[in-house]
């Protein structure tokens, strides 16, 4: 069984910076993608960022230039920095990790318990 912790978020005021960690642990074969997605009160939930496994970041482009995202193979984490962050980024911001269980098992997606992000004006 796989699961999958984050920590990180809070407060903050606008132009500062957090960052958020996630990691999967329990027994399984691979990753395909690991990232973020935040959703807002009244919104729908948005990716805000991911890595394949081959490292290719890919992000919103209300984030570009402002977050980074990194992974850590090795333990199985993903991370976000989150820099110079507005007002519109408060959100819940949920990690997530397309798992191959085994060779043979279909891809699953296992999510992180979401953590809340608030930027102050």
């Known amino acids: 069984q796989v699961q999958v912790v984050e920590s990180g978020g809070g407060l903050v005021h606008t132009g500062g910076s957090l960052t958020l960690s996630c990691a999967a642990s329990g027994n399984f074969f691979s990753f395909v993608t690991k990232g973020w997605y935040r959703q807002a009160p009244g919104k729908q939930r948005e990716l805000v960022a991911s890595v394949d496994s081959g490292g290719g970041p890919n992000y919103a482009d209300s984030v570009k230039g402002r977050f980074v995202i990194s992974g850590d193979n090795a333990n199985n984490a993903v991370y976000l920095q989150m820099n110079s962050l507005l007002p519109e980024d408060t959100a819940d911001y949920y990690c997530?990790?397309?798992?191959?269980?085994?060779?043979?098992?279909?891809?699953?997606?296992?999510w992180g318990q979401g953590t809340q992000v608030t930027v102050s004006s």
């Open positions: 997530y990790f397309d798992i191959y269980s085994t060779p043979r098992s279909a891809l699953n997606t296992y």
